[in-house]
Nanobody, 125 residues
Framework: QVQLVETGGGLVQAGGSLRLSCAVS????????MGWFRQAPGKEREFVAA????????YYASSVKGRFTISRDDAKETVSLQMNSLKPEDTAIYYC??????????????????WGQGTQVTVSS
């Protein structure tokens, strides 16, 4: 099992920044990729960003590319999402996810095996 705990959500004005963190524990040796997803009210959960466990390869949704940065801290076993130039449409619950299967990264919900509880991000206009 892998346990994921997100922190760092909150309320911010448009144009501002927030940093989300995901603490990863348990069978971390089984993890190939880490991802961030988000879900706005009434919408499907959507892919935001992913990073391989070694931290060398990153992927982003087109809607956040250039504004968000995913990173991994080896020593602390955390994955972070730095979010800059936030827009009201970024408002959602953000979830950290772990993929414990080989075969490359995934941008779909079913491609991940473990999920955190989510953290709310609200961007006011």
């Amino acid at each position: 099992q892998v346990q994921l705990v997100e922190t760092g959500g909150g309320l911010v004005q448009a144009g501002g920044s927030l940093r989300l963190s995901c603490a990863v524990s348990g069978r971390t040796f089984s993890v190939y990729y880490m991802g961030w997803f988000r879900q706005a009210p009434g919408k499907e959960r959507e892919f935001v960003a992913a990073i391989n466990w070694s931290g060398g390869t990153r992927y982003y949704a087109s809607s956040v590319k250039g504004r968000f940065t995913i990173s991994r801290d080896d020593a602390k076993e955390t994955v972070s999402l730095q979010m800059n130039s936030l827009k009201p449409e970024d408002t959602a619950i953000y979830y950290c996810a772990a993929r414990a299967r080989d075969g490359g990264y995934s941008a779909v919900r079913s491609g991940y095996d473990y999920w955190g509880q989510g953290t709310q991000v609200t961007v006011s206009s």
